[in-house]
């Protein structure tokens, strides 16, 4: 996937951000913008797939500055778990907001995902 | 009341462009008077019934085009996609919420077009598929105080 | 590669639909691999273009649309506005640069069309007039690295 | 002008936003967003004509925040300073961003509008 692409196709609110902090063995990816088809989606497989890549299996996502997210974006959450889970690893959701909260409840996706209000409490899940 | 007013928008099957519909959408959301979440609500419905214009009705061929008619009437908000596949048939689409799918990565957008929206009509025609998304506008809206705004 | 991209948008001559046209051509500018401030630049001057279109050339009649084709190509992105209105001739309003017209609170709107895009062609056509607004895209982007975005 | 309508019809990151903060006898209008047809330039008008008939004859428009205008937004700013005038005030700029001071070049209104880098040359010149 060309990057670069990505980053520029879209006005700068809207492109998906992911950066991470590395907390002890967890790796917090804050997540910024919107998760949609052909853009946030492909940030954040590629964010994921390059943690898991590395050896860092424990990932919280940070959803809190998450807008929305569209039926693409929700599928890459669920991919993003399934590869976690092939590779012995695990994904986690920190702080959803009312959208994607929303979102998570309509799809029963909230019973597949440990879903976490405190940072704390989610770092020391792990 | 300047009404109805409409936006039809006419696109080449190309996914990035499911932003102009997006947009267009919201758009026709706030200026029906519908609350911010509401319009953007209505922009997600349009947007996921697009992409599946795209990509299942049309299959990405760039010769096959997506429109959109959205219409503002005094009581509803509606957005009618239409593509030129070979349709299908909804109630035949398998349930994302169903155990056995909750862990596929796909088949939640009808989900996601009814929660958003007030109606959703499915319609297959000669030409290909039809979808119709409805919002109801808030009463408010439809009073007197609308006016001022109907031609700014 | 994967060209053209059209968007085709009907509306009613409303003017707060305006932005419909705007949001539309800022994401066509995008796509065609602009620079943000310059597919800004393109919205700017359909915005310009469609605000004319309904007050001077549909004056504001509901019956009566504007059309605006936007059209990605190889070497340029260029939208053309129709309306349904009689006309005018360009070369005949006054130059609100001058001396003259500097306080008056309208009349610019062609100088921002010309400004924001590389070229800006008048049509009078038997239907109304026909305004179309090119701008070339960075050379960038029609050699191959652009090919992955055409599809993603 | 229905103020409720013209908030309303936009988006947060759109309309036009205009605050005044009264500094001696300058009245400083900070304002943030876009100035278009129909919502900004209604905003515009609305903040001006109350400042003037309240008897606020030094207006200082800070144009820092606002990203971009199109005809009617800067038709509007020659239509406040007109107002002004005429009541033997004035409205003077502060700080034009980039794509709204290109805009006062080419249509020759910087010549017209005193325009300022520092606020406190701004106000000095009152
Ligand atoms: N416009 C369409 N034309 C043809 N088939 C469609 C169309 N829209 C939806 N479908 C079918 O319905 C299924 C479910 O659609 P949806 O719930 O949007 O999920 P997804 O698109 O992620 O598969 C699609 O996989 C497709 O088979
Ligand atoms: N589509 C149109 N149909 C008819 N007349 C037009 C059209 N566009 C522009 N004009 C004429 O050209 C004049 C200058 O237009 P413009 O530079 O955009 O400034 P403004 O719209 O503020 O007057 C208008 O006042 C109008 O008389």
């Given at each position: 996937m060309d990057k670069r692409c990505v980053e520029r196709s879209k006005t700068e609110e809207q492109t998906l951000k992911a950066t991470v902090r590395q907390i002890g063995q967890v790796s917090v990816l804050d997540l910024s913008g919107r998760i949609t088809i052909g853009e946030g989606d492909l940030v954040l497989r590629e964010a994921v797939t390059e943690l898991l890549d590395g050896g860092n299996m424990s990932i919280l996502l940070n959803l809190k500055s998450v807008k929305y997210m569209d039926s693409a974006g929700i599928g890459e959450l669920v991919a993003c778990y399934k590869k976690a889970k092939e590779k012995k690893g695990s994904?986690?959701?920190?702080?959803?907001?009312?959208?994607?909260?929303?979102?998570?409840?309509?799809?029963?996706?909230?019973?597949?995902?440990?879903?976490f209000r405190e940072e704390s409490e989610a770092l020391a899940s792990f | 009341m300047d009404l109805p007013r409409t936006v039809t928008l006419v696109m080449t099957s190309h996914l990035p462009?499911?932003?102009?519909?997006?947009?267009?959408?919201?758009?026709?959301?706030?200026?029906?008077?519908?609350?911010?979440?509401?319009?953007?609500?209505?922009?997600?419905?349009?947007?996921?019934?697009?992409?599946?214009a795209v990509l299942h009705g049309n299959r990405n061929d760039p010769d096959r085009k997506v429109r959109v008619d959205i219409r503002c009437s005094e009581r509803t908000v509606r957005a009618t996609v239409r593509d030129e596949g070979s349709g299908f048939s909804p109630e035949e689409t398998p349930d994302p919420t169903a155990e056995e799918n909750l862990m596929r990565s796909s088949g939640r957008g009808i989900l996601m077009m009814r929660a958003f929206v007030d109606d959703v009509r499915f319609r297959r025609t000669s030409r290909g598929m039809e979808v119709t998304l409805i919002k109801n506008r808030p009463a408010l809206a439809r009073t007197g105080s609308a006016d001022g705004q109907a031609l700014r």
């Open positions: 994904v986690k959701l920190l702080n959803p907001g009312g959208k994607v909260y929303d979102l998570l409840v309509l799809t029963k996706l909230e019973e597949v995902f440990e879903t | 462009l499911v932003d102009v519909a997006h947009s267009a959408a919201e758009r026709m959301g706030e200026f029906a008077d519908l609350e911010e979440d509401e319009a953007l609500n209505l922009a997600l419905a349009v947007r996921e019934a697009v992409i599946n």
